[in-house]
């Protein structure tokens, strides 16, 4: 049951403190769009009320959890996508790993096969008719507002407002923080200065798999920069991708995006977060064409969906300093569907 209080009402920390009820399960907004300061300050509490928590949150980019890992009775994370910030902690077994592929993730929470007590994310401060934007990621956030009984937005101005299914009402919100902290930011170089030369060479042995007008499915990290980076010289691509990153500035800049494919130009590229620099979180606020973001659902799950089909352009293996690894890169392209 949703609470039946007055919407969006601001609080302090130890209003916030006494909210939170022993054991409540807490899902995060996932990425760089953590709420990083209302984690911080749980995390630095010692309020009777912040004890057997659980944190559910997508994917970690940062070692914050891990930091307090030594107070054990205070919180246990459960995640769905290995990440190298807390790989080690999964196997060292202090972090719960719910094995899924993307496209089963909103089901988990639209059937409350997840449960959440508490949603926290993280959005822009409300525009003038009482809109608050997800920002950088959207992922389940949508699907979780819904279902949470309780629901706590960390305002930062730090956000960028980005464009598709990316605003709800302040009527949402039980109550709200305020914050000024600067959003997580990828260290990763320039998309083309890799200095690997095993990486460049699978980025470019993947691209010239791709075809202009093809469709791609890309993700963030060196080999991704390296593929897009040898993708430079093809036309008319369109990204449908989970997560994209600085590359997706440089594709658009080389005029490698189909910007002008008529009446679907706005879904050139269509994704449900972002993770990269500053200057990537400049480039998506306030874009109206060149970048959609999307909740999480079946346009992200490999099917038919929109006229566009899946299918796997190939894999690389590669030997790196003595280690196998396997490295996959699926691409979709538009296809007429008839009934």
């Given at each position: ?267 050139a590229v269509t994704c449900s977060g972002c993770y990269g620099s500053r200057r990537l979180y400049d480039y998506v606020n306030n ?53």
């Amino acid at each position: 049951m949703k609470n039946k209080h007055k919407k969006g009402i601001r609080i302090n920390y130890d209003e916030l403190f006494d909210i939170i009820n022993p054991g409540s399960r807490i899902f995060l907004s996932s990425g760089a769009g953590i709420p990083l300061q209302t984690v911080s300050e749980i995390l630095k509490s010692r309020h009777p009320n912040l004890v057997d928590l659980e944190f559910i949150h997508l994917i970690t980019l940062g070692d914050y959890f891990s930091q307090h890992n030594s107070v054990k009775s205070k919180f246990r994370l459960k995640t769905f996508i290995v990440g190298e910030a807390i790989s080690k902690d999964i196997n060292a077994g202090n972090v719960d790993f719910v094995p899924s592929n993307i496209y089963e993730i909103p089901y988990l929470f639209s059937s409350e096969a997840i449960g959440v007590d508490i949603a926290i994310i993280q959005t822009s401060p409300p525009d003038e008719s009482g809109f608050l934007n997800l920002g950088i990621i959207t992922v389940v956030a949508d699907i979780v507002i819904k279902k949470a009984p309780l629901v706590i937005a960390e305002i930062n101005p730090n956000v960028p407002v980005t464009r598709g299914e990316t605003s709800i009402y302040i009527d949402q919100i039980d109550y709200t923080i305020e914050s000024k902290v600067p959003l997580i930011e990828s260290k990763n170089k320039p998309t083309c200065e890799i200095k690997d030369k095993n990486t460049d060479k699978i980025g470019w042995h993947i691209a010239n798999l791709i075809e202009d007008d093809s469709t791609v499915s890309l993700h963030f990290g060196p080999f991704f920069d390296a593929i897009a980076c040898h993708l430079k010289t093809k036309k008319g691509l369109r990204i449908y991708s989970h997560i994209v990153s600085d590359w997706i500035i440089d594709l658009i800049e080389a005029g490698t995006i189909a910007l002008d494919r008529g009446e679907n130009y706005q879904r050139a590229v269509t994704c449900s977060g972002c993770y990269g620099s500053r200057r990537l979180y400049d480039y998506v606020n306030n874009n109206p064409s060149k970048i959609a973001f999307a909740l999480m659902n079946s346009r992200f799950t490999g099917k038919s969906v929109h006229g566009v089909e899946t299918r796997i352009a190939g894999h690389v293996i590669c030997r790196l300093t003595g280690i196998v690894r396997i490295f996959f890169i699926t691409f979709v392209r538009p296809v007429c569907l008839y009934s």
